[in-house]
């Protein structure tokens, strides 16, 4: 798994999470 693909994925995880709580 490259690097900057997992820190892309990781910021829409915290984009989807920020999302649904706000």
Known sequence: ???TES?????HFL???CAIVG
């Open 15 to 17: 984009t989807s999470v």
């Open 1 to 3: 798994v490259n690097f």
């Open 7 to 11: 820190k892309v994925s990781f910021l």
